[in-house]
């Protein structure tokens, strides 16, 4: 109400400005009249003493005999001033027909402001094109996907590119190893087929943009659903880069296609698709984007950290996805495989503390036990010297574990794990855990 009436209030001070401004015009106007009116007589007594031969007198005296007349000085007169030529010139444009007109220009646009804005927008969606197209486009590219035509085979199975969007979460399989997830791709055969897809994808993605609602409060449904799949569709493809390795094992072109994945995610964020309020368990989220973005980062610098190679810009990588999990967090993403990621970085950057924690809330967090989760925290908590706690996590493990898990046997795993190396140093009055067992009595 009071934005209302402050807007009135200031409609009402322009009106009132522009009538004053009217009213001095006229009356400048009507003043300047009379010598408009006097110019012809003016003109046409110029033009007739041109027309006279010019005689010059040289004796001033003779000026009387001839009958011509001396001008007399006037005693009053004096030199225009420069204060004085700019009030001439002020008021001359202040009758300005261009400025009088600009400003009811002016005026007239403020008053009918939303009524502009809709020719506006009208114009543009000529050239945009109606956002129905945009969704029908997006729906016919998801159609071909599903009809089996970009399918990719990742570990002896097919996956389709539409299902990339929640391969990140694969993150937290007990099944799958943390370089599991990466596969291999014929590069120059697949990227031809890939390449359509994203050149459509463009031209939508351009649509959208290019959309006057785009920067709208509250957009048409129609502008948010077609939002929302192209969303989808652009953290499929970041994802798809985002784990795939060339098959020729080029640094550059993997390079190449992690700093693509992460542009696709980038673009996916910058729509700022109205998801309403994201969910731990929605892949159709800001905050799922984010978490992609930091799976991507870490899981690249983990793999290069795992062969000893390039660590300074390793643990850069690792840093930016530990800011892209606070983000995804923020935005209330939290999800247990998140955790498990988010731990792994706090490893790789040698926090241990934080590590266990993050690896303790995941396997609380999971719907499953996990021997996983419990060994991993339990190796954290013997790197951070907190003993008591390692062991009751790697008992924890050794229960769960019931042998189905080829990726770890727990027993024999901590027998040669490094992060145990002390524990198992400890033979001389062992620490143990609170049910009472050392670390020699818990891998028996």
């Not at 795992?306 to 990588?317: G, K």
């Not at 027993?411 to 190396?421: H, L, N, R, S, Y």
Request: aromatic share 10%.
């Amino acid at each position: 109400m009071r934005s209302d009436s402050a807007a009135n209030l200031l409609r009402s001070l322009l009106a009132a400005v522009f009538l004053f401004w009217m009213l001095c015009a006229c009356l400048e106007l009507a003043h300047a009249e009379g010598h408009f009116e006097a110019y012809p007589r003016v003109l046409e007594t110029t033009l007739a003493t041109a027309a006279r031969p010019i005689r010059v007198v040289d004796d001033e005296k003779e000026a009387p005999q001839r009958g011509q007349i001396k001008p007399k000085e006037d005693p009053g007169w004096r030199p225009e001033t420069f204060g004085q030529y700019l009030e001439k010139d002020a008021a001359d444009l202040f009758i300005s027909p261009t400025i009088i007109l600009a400003l009811m220009i002016g005026i007239l646009l403020y008053y009918f402001s939303d009524e502009t804005k809709g020719i506006f927008k009208s114009l543009q969606s000529v050239k945009v094109g109606p956002i129905e197209l945009v969704r029908t486009a997006i729906d016919e590219i998801k159609a071909e996907i599903t009809e089996g035509n970009l399918n990719f085979k990742v570990n002896d199975r097919n996956i389709a590119i539409s299902d990339f969007i929640a391969y990140p979460q694969s993150i937290g399989n007990e099944d799958v190893g943390i370089l599991g997830l990466f596969f291999r791709v014929n590069w120059q055969k697949e990227m031809v087929r890939l390449g359509i897809l994203e050149a459509r994808v463009a031209v939508q993605e351009d649509r959208i943009r290019s959309s006057p609602h785009f920067d709208d409060d509250s957009p048409s449904r129609d502008y948010v659903a077609a939002k929302i799949k192209l969303f989808s569709l652009l953290v499929c493809i970041g994802n798809f880069y985002g784990f795939a390795q060339p098959d020729n094992s080029d640094p550059e072109t993997e390079d190449m296609f992690t700093e693509t994945a992460l542009s696709y995610l980038q673009r996916a964020i910058n729509l700022r698709p109205s998801l309403g309020a994201d969910r731990a368990d929605s892949a159709a989220t800001l905050g799922y984007a984010y978490f992609c973005l930091a799976a991507i980062k870490g899981l690249c610098a983990h793999k290069r950290l795992s062969i000893d190679t390039e660590r300074h810009q390793s643990h850069s990588l690792v840093r930016a996805a530990l800011l892209d999990i606070r983000t995804a967090e923020i935005r209330g993403h939290f999800p247990p495989y998140q955790y498990h990621l988010k731990g792994l970085l706090f490893y790789d950057s040698e926090k241990f503390d934080a590590a266990a924690a993050a690896w303790n809330t995941a396997a609380r967090d999971l719907k499953y036990p996990s021997p996983r989760m419990n060994y991993n925290a339990a190796c954290c908590f013997s790197k951070a010297i907190k003993y008591t706690d390692a062991l009751d996590h790697l008992e924890t493990a050794v229960r769960l574990d019931d042998g189905s898990n080829q990726f770890l046997q727990v027993k024999e795993e901590a027998k040669k794990e490094a992060d145990f190396e002390i524990l198992r140093s400890m033979t001389e009055s062992p620490p143990k855990s609170k049910s009472g067992r050392t670390f020699s009595q818990i891998i028996e």
